[in-house]
T-cell receptor
């Protein structure tokens, strides 16, 4: 079974803080993704990485950065947290080839006060 | 136009009923299609991939209609435990080969 682990289920931070969300997968997957999910908007892609040290912007990268120094770990960074970044953050991974589906972590519910 | 569109519902059906969801996609070159299930405040979980010839997994049947660019999910003999939001997901091709496009989900409640 694929295991995608996110570092925190719930997180509360203050406006202006630098926030790190960590995601680790144990299946040697090449591709990893960060999404946020908001009511009525569905899942929106923030960034994805197709291999170590490789990254591409998704649909809503503003205010975020990412790091993929090792294949199993993909970090999402909120450079200076703002209240509009309060959301559910979901990490996913998949093999790099073919039509393989994504597998998601449990999600991090982040509140910015 | 959105890449993937679903009827948000809600669908409220009695136990034992058959219910069907449709989802349309805009990119005719898309090759990979999936249905995910998401319970309240939980992560999406893969329900089934959708193959060109259609496929079945127990009470669940998925169909793909390339000409009309839609996929469907049929649930037979609904159980209370089927209550969830069902997400339609389409994988982009070409320059967006690693992009997955999600519908906003269809809410299903199965009533005793």
């Amino acid at each position: 079974d694929v295991k995608v682990t996110q570092s925190s289920r719930y997180l509360v931070k203050r406006t202006g803080e630098k926030v790190f969300l960590e995601c680790v997968q144990d299946m040697d997957h090449e591709n990893m993704f960060w999404y946020r999910q908001d009511p009525g908007l569905g899942l929106r892609l923030i960034y994805f990485s197709y291999d170590v040290k490789m990254k591409e912007k998704g649909d809503i990268p503003e205010g975020y950065s990412v790091s993929r120094e090792k294949k199993e770990r993909f970090s999402l960074i909120l450079e200076s947290a703002s209240t509009n970044q309060t959301s559910m953050y979901l990490c996913a991974s998949r093999p790099g080839q073919g039509g393989q589906p994504q597998h998601f972590g449990d999600g991090t519910r982040l509140s910015i006060l | 136009r959105k890449e993937v569109e679903q009827d948000p519902g809600p669908f409220n059906v009695p136990e034992g009923a058959t219910v069907a969801f449709n989802c349309t996609y805009s990119n005719s070159a898309s090759q990979s299609f999936f249905w995910y299930r998401q319970d309240c405040r939980k992560e999406p979980k893969l329900l089934m991939s959708v193959y060109s010839s259609g496929n079945e997994d127990g009470r669940f049947t998925a169909q793909l209609n390339r000409a009309s660019q839609y996929i469907s999910l049929l649930i037979r003999d609904s159980k209370l435990s089927d209550s969830a939001t069902y997400l339609c997901v389409v994988r982009g091709e070409g320059n967006t080969g690693n992009q997955f496009y999600f519908g906003t989900g269809t809410s299903l409640t199965v009533i005793p």
